[in-house]
C-alpha cells in the first residue's frame, strides 16, 4: 500500500476514534446506545475542514430537539457533529423506510450496536426506496 493510502487510512482511523469516544461517553451517560459514523469520514472523501457526524440512539434523550443537542453537544469531543434519537423516533423512522435516515446511514461505520439496530437497517449497497 503506497504512504499516501496508509497516511489516509491512518488519518481515517483517529477521526473514527473521536466518534468512539463520543459513543463510549453517551454510552455511560445514557446506558444502551447504537451509534453510526456517517457521511464524508465514512464515505473516506473527507478532508482537512470535515466534522466526524455520528448518528446516536438512545432508549432515553430529552423530547426537544435544542436541549438534545446541548447534552449530545457537551459529550462531543472537538470535531464530532452529533445527532441524536431515541430509540421509539429511530424505529419508527426505519419502520417508515424513512429516505432521509437510510441515505444518510449509506455508507456508515458501526460505532457500537447496544439496540441492535444494525440488523434492522437495509444493506449498504441497497438503494433506499
Do not use: C
Not at 446506545?33 to 478532508?47: E, K, L, P
Not at 419508527?92 to 440488523?119: C, N, S
Amino acid at each position: 500500500m503506497s504512504s499516501v493510502l496508509q497516511r489516509r487510512k491512518a488519518q481515517q482511523a483517529e477521526l473514527i476514534e473521536l466518534g468512539r469516544r463520543f459513543a463510549d461517553r453517551a454510552r455511560a451517560e445514557l446506558g444502551a446506545v447504537t451509534a453510526w459514523i456517517y457521511g464524508s469520514v465514512a464515505r473516506g472523501d473527507f478532508n482537512l475542514w470535515s466534522d466526524v457526524d455520528v448518528l446516536l440512539v438512545a432508549t432515553h434523550l430529552p423530547e426537544d430537539p435544542l436541549e438534545r443537542f446541548r447534552l449530545l453537544i457537551h459529550w462531543a469531543p472537538p470535531g464530532v457533529e452529533p445527532k441524536g434519537y431515541t430509540e421509539a423516533e429511530f424505529r419508527r423512522l426505519l419502520q417508515k423506510q424513512t429516505r432521509h435516515i437510510l441515505a444518510m446511514l449509506r455508507p456508515r461505520i458501526l460505532l457500537v450496536d447496544d439496540l441492535r439496530l444494525e440488523a434492522q437497517l437495509p444493506p449498504e449497497t441497497e438503494a433506499p426506496p
